[in-house]
T-cell receptor, first 117, second 114 residues
Framework: KAGVTQTPRYLIKTRGQQVTLSCSPI?????VSWYQQTPGQGLQFLFE???????NKGNFPGRFSGRQFSNSRSEMNVSTLELGDSALYLC????????????????FGPGTRLTVL | DQQVKQNSPSLSVQEGRISILNCDYT??????FLWYKKYPAEGPTFLIS?????DKNEDGRFTVFLNKSAKHLSLHIVPSQPGDSAVYFC?????????????FGKGITLSVRP
């Protein structure tokens, strides 16, 4: 079974631009979460999507948005990029049982390294 | 406010010895805890978890201990191997329901010397 894939792996943008990152979850996983990893803050939760609906949201400004498609693939968008947005953006998928309980762990993709100049 | 704290940014141990990675949390509602391992250029991978109804969970060389009264958990790796060198993240959640979300610490870089 293929793992979580993220594209692109590396991205360089300049301040003020916008960027879209893509994530394809493991087949059968309908929950997709996004995280930002920086050396100073570790892994910070951005948001989670399930069945095309945002279900959880972290404490990030509205410049960070996302969506999920009917095939569970998800995109994350950052508008008006700032230098501080330079980070590794990780996507994770998990399997939600019909009863609504989550399998213990989330499965992470390799991440997209975004550099803002 | 950091609800999950990994106060030591790095740890270096000799191969064959025990590695003890610590994690503290402030939110008393957390009742499920996980450890993830991350190699460079890869995403984190799940290592081991523990529910608050237990105080210990063991999986091979990895054991996680939970002290609820102290709001403290630790990951023990015995014996440590050079391949264990990685960044280790502690994470916590309130429940494991579909609406639960993981809160991560900043990570600890473990170096195992041959």
């Amino acid at each position: 079974k293929a793992g979580v894939t993220q594209t692109p792996r590396y991205l360089i943008k300049t301040r003020g631009q916008q960027v879209t990152l893509s994530c394809s979850p493991i087949s059968g996983h309908r929950s997709v979460s996004w995280y930002q990893q920086t050396p100073g803050q570790g892994l910070q939760f951005l948001f989670e999507y399930f069945s095309e609906t945002q279900r959880n949201k972290g404490n990030f400004p509205g410049r960070f948005s996302g969506r999920q498609f009917s095939n569970s693939r998800s995109e994350m968008n950052v508008s008006t990029l700032e230098l501080g947005d330079s980070a590794l953006y990780l996507c994770a998928s998990s399997f939600i049982l019909r009863q609504g309980f989550r399998i213990n762990e989330q499965f992470f993709g390799p991440g997209t390294r975004l550099t803002v100049l | 406010d950091q609800q999950v704290k990994q106060n030591s940014p790095s740890l270096s141990v000799q191969e064959g010895r025990i590695s003890i990675l610590n994690c503290d949390y402030t939110n008393s509602m957390f009742d499920y805890f996980l450890w993830y391992k991350k190699y460079p250029a890869e995403g984190p991978t799940f290592l081991i978890s523990i529910s608050s109804i237990k105080d210990k969970n063991e999986d091979g060389r990895f054991t996680v201990f939970l002290n609820k009264s102290a709001k403290h958990l630790s990951l023990h790796i015995v014996p440590s191997q050079p391949g264990d060198s990685a960044v280790y993240f502690c994470a916590a959640s309130v429940g494991t329901g579909a609406n639960s979300k993981l809160t991560f610490g900043k990570g600890i870089t473990l170096s195992v010397r041959p």
